[in-house]
């Protein structure tokens, strides 16, 4: 294996979806399948790893996403500026459980946590170092 290539969500607005990880965070579009068709979907590319977003059916249109007892929990992103990044959140209605210092495991480590428009739960971090 090379890389995590991507992540895929069941949206239920592709478009809102798009234009948050887009504005936020730089992914920016690099393929759309099926396009204008009832199928579409679309990958969102940052450096080396995607996110791929698929319409969520009709009956879930009324659900919302997030953390589940098994399986997904939390999508991570490295930030340069934390405080900067959660300034612009905040500026866009978008509500941050505050940054927590983690220096006591990573010397330097910010962390903050927020959920997407559609409710899945996001981490943002600045100061990461891997042990090994």
């Not at 979907?41 to 080396?48: A, D, E, S």
């Not at 495991?105 to 170092?129: A, S, T, Y």
Request: charge should be negative; glycine fraction near 8%.
């Amino acid at each position: 294996m090379t890389t995590l290539q991507h992540i895929a969500f069941n949206c239920k607005d592709l478009e809102k979806q798009e234009a948050f990880y887009s504005k936020h965070f730089g992914f920016r579009r690099a393929r759309v399948f099926n396009a204008g068709k009832e199928d579409e979907f679309i990958m969102l590319r940052l450096g080396t790893a995607c996110i791929e977003l698929f319409s969520a059916s009709s009956e879930a249109k009324n659900s919302s996403g997030g953390v589940q007892p098994v399986g997904f929990s939390h999508l991570a992103l490295e930030v340069e500026d934390i405080q900067a990044m959660v300034n612009a959140l905040e500026a866009d209605g978008i509500q941050t459980e505050g940054i927590i210092d983690c220096s006591e495991h990573v010397e330097g480590l910010r962390v903050c946590f927020f959920h997407d428009p559609e409710g899945n739960r996001i981490e943002i971090m600045q100061g990461w170092k891997d042990q090994f």
